[in-house]
């Protein structure tokens, strides 16, 4: 892996890290539920998540573009571009199966170069860097 990927990567890992944590913490407590449309159920945990990812993100690399399901994207026209679920399962969580990650990509000029899934209750962490096969922490 490229020296400047690995700093890319121990940010995403920090931040799916800590998005889990809240995860953790909050797993099996009664959720509030609202929708974004008719199917995409969206919980407080989803929300704290996503602003603890932006916020890791936006400390390392204030200039880069930030996507999250979660939030409304204001493009800065970086060429890079960090792609964020801060709760990818967000059904199974709030019914209780511990079936859940937090997904976090980076692209540079449009072409995904890394990507990282964090499970929270197996404490894993999945990365691969663009044209490698996925490594487990």
């Known amino acids: 892996m490229m020296k400047?990927?690995?700093?890319y990567f121990e940010v995403a890992i920090t931040a799916a890290k800590e998005a889990g944590k809240i995860q953790r913490v909050r797993?099996?407590?009664?959720q509030s539920v609202t929708f974004k449309g008719e199917f995409n159920p969206v919980t407080e945990v989803d929300r704290l998540c996503d602003q603890a990812i932006q916020k890791a993100i936006h400390h390392a690399f204030p200039d880069h573009d930030i996507l999250t399901e979660e939030s409304s994207?204001?493009?800065k026209g970086s060429s890079w571009r960090w792609i964020i679920d801060p709760l990818d399962g967000t059904?199974?969580?709030?019914r209780g199966f511990p079936f859940f990650s937090v997904s976090?990509?980076?692209?540079?000029?449009?072409?995904?170069?890394?990507g990282?899934?964090?499970?929270?209750?197996l404490r894993?962490?999945?990365?691969?860097?663009?044209?490698?096969?996925s490594v487990s922490e």
Do not use: W
Not at 4 to 7: D, G, Q, S, T, V
Not at 27 to 30: D, L, N, T, V
Not at 116 to 121: A, E, F, G, K, N
């Open 73 to 75: 994207f204001e493009e």
């Open 124 to 133: 894993r962490a999945l990365r691969r860097p663009k044209r490698r096969r």
């Open 27 to 30: 797993f099996g407590q009664p």
């Open 91 to 94: 059904t199974n969580y709030y």
């Open 104 to 114: 976090i990509g980076l692209e540079k000029d449009g072409e995904v170069i890394l």
């Open 116 to 121: 990282v899934v964090y499970i929270p209750p």
């Open 4 to 7: 400047e990927n690995k700093h």
